[in-house]
T-cell receptor, first 112, second 112 residues
């Protein structure tokens, strides 16, 4: 009964090689979020979609992009991964921005 | 500048005793607060929340207290159970802004 699914769970990419992480949801929620979490730190919001409206955080590097082709799916594209982009990437959804969020299990990205 | 702080990285308590997890915030515009629990290899799951118009919210063994003047909230778990062992994240939100800001988390270990 997975509600927020992230694939793959582990991703290894080479320095500078574009990588895409995917997230899907069965909750039909309006909002989808992408967070970056480094070891023992707080999840850091990168951006979110409210329906098709994209909301970027001011300090999110241009290297990070996102796509939401439909309600169920959202993608995180890292155009040129650096060693500092190695982290856990969490996808979350909520009915709207005022509701609690439902998180996926995360994708751990390694950059070699 | 971290706006939500959980100053104790870890906490260990005996089964049956009370666990108290603390969270401090600096942004006076925050008006809604949430606690999430995270098990290894899973995403955070919503636990309990409180609005700034209240000073206490209770749900079974979990109670959240809010002290607005001190910009401090705490999560009480009583009685603590081994299954409560997890990382607990505090999150705060400014309803007008919509997004939540997370603390670094506190790892709770409940010993049998």
């Amino acid at each position: 009964d997975a509600m927020v699914i992230q694939n793959p769970r582990y991703q290894v990419t080479q320095f500078g090689k574009p990588v895409t992480l995917s997230c899907s949801q069965t909750l039909n929620h309006n909002v989808m979020y992408w967070y970056q979490q480094k070891s023992s730190q707080a999840p850091k919001l990168l951006f979110h979609y409210y329906d098709k409206d994209f909301n970027n955080e001011a300090d999110t590097p241009d290297n990070f992009q996102s796509r939401r082709p439909n309600t169920s799916f959202c993608f995180l594209d890292i155009r040129s991964p650096g060693l500092g982009d190695a982290a856990m990437y969490l996808c979350a959804t909520s009915r709207d921005t005022l509701n609690e969020q439902y998180f996926g299990p995360g994708t751990r990205l390694t950059v070699t | 500048d971290q706006q939500v702080k959980q100053n104790s990285p870890s906490l260990s308590v005996q089964e049956g005793r009370i666990s108290i997890l603390n969270c401090d915030y600096t942004n006076s515009m925050f008006d809604y607060f949430l606690w999430y629990k995270k098990y290894p290899a899973e995403g955070p799951t919503f636990l309990i929340s409180i609005s700034s118009i209240k000073d206490k919210n209770e749900d079974g063994r979990f109670t959240v207290f809010l002290n607005k003047s001190a910009k401090h909230l705490s999560l009480h778990i009583v009685p603590s159970q081994p299954g409560d062992s997890a990382v607990y994240f505090c999150a705060a939100r400014n309803t007008n802004a919509g997004k939540s800001t997370f603390g670094d988390g506190t790892t709770l270990t409940v010993k049998p």
